[in-house]
């Protein structure tokens, strides 16, 4: 009679991978981050990045820049063809300031469409230098570190900011890509235009989300002996509503 064969020992586990498990949430990416991704989460694009998910507020900053580029390269160059600008835009070279500045849906498509041409290149070295310390935030990963995160996301124009500067270093800082995911429904919803301007009327979840990081970005022991806010003429007239 044979000796039935032992069974074979199961595979040690990788102990080196710094993944988190399958469908678990990573962790060590600050409480900041941690909140976009709980509060955000529904409105968070998936799939492929580019002008279709992700709209043309959230480089807003990116987007300026372009447009100022075009318009300076169109008062030297009246070659209709140039090489220097992207094949969609060339006819934009010789049109009026004005009329290029309202044409941002078109730049902002070729910003995503034509990465690789010198003149989005360009644009994208221009943000990156213009910010160079964020940059270096970005690229280190000390973004996502304390508390950090927080403090740049209480700002208004904070989300904006970090949306073009993700976008100019090509998502290659740790988690970045998920970062900028992030902020797309949170620039949106402040309905951001091209020069860099929110509108007043953000919705309630945006301001709340807002009023939670600056609450992270404030000291734990302001966090619990905060003033009472004063009564508005907008809170007196929805108590004197009947309705409310």
């Known amino acids: 009679m044979l000796d039935a064969t032992p069974p074979l020992d199961p595979p040690e586990p990788n102990e080196t991978s710094s993944e988190p498990p399958k469908g678990e949430p ?3 990416l600050g409480p900041g981050f941690a909140l976009l991704r709980a509060a ?11 002008p279709d998910s992700v709209p043309p507020a959230v480089l807003a900053i990116p987007i300026g820049l372009a447009i100022e580029n075009l318009i300076r390269h169109g008062k030297t160059c009246r070659n209709p ?6 094949p969609p835009l060339q006819a934009y070279v010789r049109m009026r300031p004005q009329t290029i500045r309202k044409s941002r849906d078109q730049v902002h498509k070729v910003l995503w469409t034509h990465k690789d041409h010198e003149f989005v290149k360009e644009v994208r070295n221009e943000v990156l230098e213009q910010h160079q310390d964020l940059a270096e935030e970005i690229s280190t990963g000390s973004l996502l570190k304390g508390d950090r995160l927080a403090h740049l996301l209480a700002g208004a124009k904070g989300a904006r900011l970090l949306a073009g500067v ?8 740790p988690h970045s890509e998920p970062l900028f995911r992030s902020l797309v429904p949170l620039v949106d ?3 951001a ?3 860099g301007r929110i509108d007043t009327q953000e919705d309630e979840h945006l301001g709340s989300i807002r009023d939670k ?3 992270l970005d404030r000291p734990e022991s302001d966090r619990y002996n905060q003033p009472a806010r004063a009564t508005t003429s907008r809170d007196r007239s929805r108590s004197a509503d009947p309705r409310t």
């Open 193 to 195: 235009d091209v020069t």
């Open 81 to 86: 063809l140039c090489p220097h600008i992207p």
């Open 26 to 28: 990573e962790t060590g």
């Open 166 to 173: 993700l976008w100019a270093s090509g998502f290659k800082g």
């Open 213 to 215: 990081l600056r609450d």
């Open 189 to 191: 919803s402040g309905k």
């Open 40 to 50: 955000l989460g529904d409105r968070i694009p998936e799939g492929f990045l580019g």
